[in-house]
């Protein structure tokens, strides 16, 4: 038995502990070098604004490739927005109210009994890594603890260069500490984080380009604020008034899908690495983010569809087919699945997702799922944030509290949600708050949310990388 499958058989018996569910499918292991996964996880990025997606006037020409060379996603949903509920729910594959997590509930521990998509995937010998945003857990549970094996410390912030700054009146930050996308390279450079990430994304690439690897990178782009984004990104679109700030934002993620792709060609890895690309909510409408043709979003428009629904894109060539596009209701929750599903090893019990290859590749003819579910209503989170909704098909039933009367939108005609048609389905409007009923029903009470006192964040600043011991 060669080495790496040893280690598969025995990161498999540690895997099992979680369950007992996780063991390989029947002929997959050992047969062929197992795939490897790369998870791009973008920080606000709206269903609109990519050039695959319709949008006209920021150039995403490597995105766009990845999406003429997969399957582009029409209905991609958060069902635990914003930011943090979003990742916990990704690295768990499962609702996070399953976790008694209701809303941004920051600081919740992710749970500890069942297996993040990190342990699985490093219990059965993948070399895992982790760039950038992490927000998950509490601030014990870092990427180390919950899987990854290897972390990219945090660059050192920089002063924002003067010249950069794009604003010199408006939202500057105060302090060097205080910028957020100014850091300081390893050889005292000041570079722009986006960028520094990508090079990130190729060095570990090339460090375990001879094993199976899974990289998930979350960038802090395209977070707000976009004050500082520099000209020389902001020059290449057509962007205009505050919505120009964000589209250099979007420019240089898509310059790191350019580096990655590169990167995946030259090593002669592009057929044997998945592809995701997502986004932890829709648009920020305050940065000027568009959810076209939809609206709403992160802010003040919650209570919409652009506020969960995202661009998502799978790109495997060889396996899924390319340039094609994807109508099933998907969850983020699927990507646990898929990648699970994908690396030769059964779908952990407690997983909320479906594996989605079969569906891209036509294999499988019904649906990923007949609904989704939301129910953001912890007590303590803004109140713009509740949220209660059932997706089916092209309908979205949607109340804000338990006691508001339920409104009924159909997307396909009224993609805007401006005309409420409850009152004229009433039966559609029973049978999707019974669904939503039947599922709320099979979940956990809401969390206790630690308040711990400050303390170091849980990846260290510096350069070079955290490794699990
Ligand atoms: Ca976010």
Same mark, same amino acid.
């Given at each position: 038995m060669g080495l790496r499958i040893r280690s598969l058989w025995l990161g498999l018996t540690i895997a099992a502990g979680f369950l007992g569910a996780v063991r390989p499918a029947a002929g997959e292991v050992g047969s062929v070098r197992r795939p490897n996964v790369v998870l791009v996880y973008i920080d606000d990025l709206g269903y609109g604004d990519l050039g695959a997606y319709g949008c006209k006037d920021i150039p995403t020409p490597h995105i766009d490739r990845l999406a003429a060379e997969g399957v582009r996603l029409t209905a991609?949903?958060?069902? =635990?927005?914003? #930011?943090?509920?979003?990742? #916990?729910?990704?690295?768990?594959?499962?609702? +996070? *109210?399953?976790? @008694?997590k209701y809303g941004m509930s920051r600081g919740l521990p992710v749970p500890e009994d069942r297996p993040t998509l990190a342990q699985l995937l490093t219990g059965t010998g993948y070399a895992t890594g982790q760039i950038g945003k992490w927000?998950? @857990?509490? !601030?014990?549970?870092?990427?180390? *603890?919950? @899987?990854?094996? *290897?972390? +990219? !410390?945090?660059?050192? !912030? +920089? /002063?924002?260069? /003067? /010249? /950069?700054?794009?604003?010199? =009146?408006?939202?500057r930050p105060k302090s060097a500490a205080s910028s957020k996308y100014f850091c300081l390279n390893e050889a005292g450079e000041t570079v722009w984080l986006t960028d520094y990430d990508g090079d990130r994304m190729v060095e570990f690439i090339e460090l375990h380009r001879e094993e199976p690897f899974f990289l998930y990178w979350s960038p802090e782009a395209v977070h707000s604020p976009s004050t500082e984004v520099p000209a020389r990104l902001m020059n290449r679109t057509t962007a205009e008034g505050k919505r120009r700030k964000l589209a250099g934002n979007i420019v240089a993620v898509?310059?790191?899908?350019?580096?990655?792709? +590169? #990167?995946?060609? !030259?090593? *002669?890895?592009r057929e044997n690495t998945l592809v995701i690309f997502s986004s932890d909510n829709g648009a920020n409408g305050g940065e000027g983010g568009s959810s076209t043709p939809f609206t709403g979003g992160k802010g003040a428009g919650t209570q919409k569809e652009g506020w969960v629904r995202v661009p998502t894109i799978l790109s495997l060539p060889g396996v899924l087919p390319q340039g094609t596009v994807f109508h099933g209701l998907v969850s983020n929750f699927d990507f646990y699945s898929t990648i699970a599903a994908h690396a030769g090893l059964q779908i952990p019990e407690h997983c909320d997702g479906v594996d989605l290859i079969p569906h891209l590749t036509n294999r499988v003819s019904e649906g990923t799922h007949e609904y989704l579910f939301w129910l953001n209503n912890e007590s303590g989170d803004a109140e713009r944030r509740h949220l209660i909704a059932v997706r089916w098909k092209h309908w979205r039933l949607y109340r804000k509290y338990a006691g508001d009367p339920w409104q009924l939108f159909n997307l396909q005609k009224d993609p805007t949600e401006e005309s409420d048609v409850a009152a004229n389905h009433p039966e559609l409007v029973r049978q999707l708050a019974d669904a939503h009923e039947a599922w709320a029903a099979t979940l956990v009470p809401a969390g206790t949310i630690p308040q711990l006192p400050p303390g170091p964040p849980p990846i260290a600043t510096g350069h070079g990388w955290l490794q699990a011991e």
């Open positions: 991609s949903h958060i069902t =635990n927005p914003p #930011c943090c509920p979003s990742r #916990c729910s990704l690295l768990m594959g499962q609702y +996070a *109210q399953r976790f @008694g927000d998950i @857990g509490t !601030r014990e549970q870092g990427p180390l *603890q919950l @899987g990854f094996t *290897q972390v +990219a !410390r945090t660059p050192p !912030r +920089a /002063a924002s260069p /003067a /010249a /950069a700054v794009s604003d010199r =009146n408006k939202s898509d310059d790191q899908i350019g580096k990655l792709l +590169a #990167c995946l060609d !030259r090593l *002669q890895l």
